[in-house]
């Protein structure tokens, strides 16, 4: 008879105890679903931290939804499918980020690029309202979309700020030939804050490239062709970086557009600028970090000799590890070929199927 009393003894108590364990678990989860929804929600209403906030917190130190990072690119007169493409890589990649997209204002008003915006939770701001007059008054010659978007993006971006309104980290990249994945913000910690910079294939420099090498020539002449020869190239259609690093790179190429030539101006050599600068360390008062192609985290394959796909599609560096982002892609035709699989849009007429 005691031994029943000591068992509904112990049954009571442990029924108690999983009934804590249960309460504990539940509150534990809806925690979590909070913080993921507040975190949701911010990206959703775009709101960024203040500059004081910012300096007085060590946010690269929170998990990756607590940061304010951006995903910011141009796609003037791209098609819907280039958009697509674009937008949904980055979301598969990285949720909570906040998505910029330069358009003009005829893709704002479409019906289908409003759409995709909803879906994939897109900002568009328009190439017309952020290249302001006064830069058309100094240079009426920049004109090539590939200088005057690093003004754009400037000036949104100063906008923000005139508002105490940024964000911890900043990715600028081309989108028509850029997919994402995996989400690139993690490569970002306490220890690597800065400027990152990617370079292409080890096996091609400035010097080597016709292409570079013209650029570096027609901007900055042949001494500095000579002096930058043998240095890799990096590419300007990606550009990682903590909010005042990218800002001060931001205004060492809004310097050096306005002050370039009209011979440099007339080609779209904003990449002989951009090298130029991260080469020369002109960029003042911050760290840039070089990212190898090979063994780094940006895959920029356009002068690689082969792409290593792991079984699920993914583009691998020569470690085995997948690229959190693939840039020109579409130089290989397997790639292509995959992605047009991969990211279509469906036509009106078989939207809707029968069982």
Request: proline letters at 1%; one cysteine or more.
């Amino acid at each position: 008879m005691q031994s029943l009393h000591v068992n509904k003894r112990f049954l009571c108590t442990l029924r108690d105890s999983l009934h804590k364990v249960m309460i504990f678990t539940m509150g534990f989860i809806v925690g979590i679903l909070v913080i993921r929804s507040s975190a949701n929600k911010f990206q959703q209403n775009k709101i960024c931290t203040s500059l004081e906030k910012s300096k007085s917190s060590n946010i690269h130190s929170l998990p990756i939804f607590f940061q304010r990072n951006l995903i910011i690119t141009a796609a003037v007169n791209f098609g819907l499918v280039s958009v697509y493409r674009f937008a949904r890589s980055v979301r598969a990649s990285c949720t909570f980020c906040t998505l910029v997209i330069i358009v003009t204002n005829v893709t704002m008003n479409n019906s289908d690029f409003k759409e995709l915006a909803r879906v994939y939770s897109i900002t568009y701001i328009s190439n017309e309202d952020y290249f302001v007059t006064r830069h058309i008054k100094h240079r009426t010659d920049t004109s090539h979309f590939y200088f005057t978007r690093w003004i754009i993006i400037k000036n949104y971006l100063s906008t923000l700020q005139a508002n105490g309104e940024i964000f911890d980290n900043i990715f600028a990249c081309d989108s028509r030939d850029t997919l994402f994945q995996k989400n690139i913000f993690e490569y970002i910690n306490n220890s690597t804050h800065g400027l990152y910079v990617f370079m292409e294939d080890i096996r091609m420099t400035i010097g080597t490239c016709k292409t570079n090498s013209g650029w570096i020539k027609t901007c900055f002449g042949e001494a500095e062709l000579n002096r930058l020869f043998n240095k890799s190239i990096s590419c300007a259609g990606t550009v990682l970086g903590t909010w005042s690093a990218f800002m001060s790179y931001l205004s060492a190429m809004e310097s050096q557009i306005l002050t370039a030539s009209t011979s440099c101006l007339s080609t779209p050599a904003d990449q002989g600028l951009h090298n130029y600068l991260v080469h020369n360390n002109k960029i003042s008062n911050i760290k840039i970090h070089h990212i190898s192609h090979e063994y780094g985290f940006v895959g920029t394959v356009g002068y690689a000799l082969r792409l290593k796909r792991n079984q699920f599609g993914l583009v691998e560096n020569m470690n085995g590890s997948v690229y959190a982002v693939v840039h020109q892609w579409d130089r290989f035709k397997q790639m292509v070929d995959q992605f047009q699989r991969e990211y279509q849009i469906i036509p009106a007429q078989a939207r809707s199927v029968k069982h």
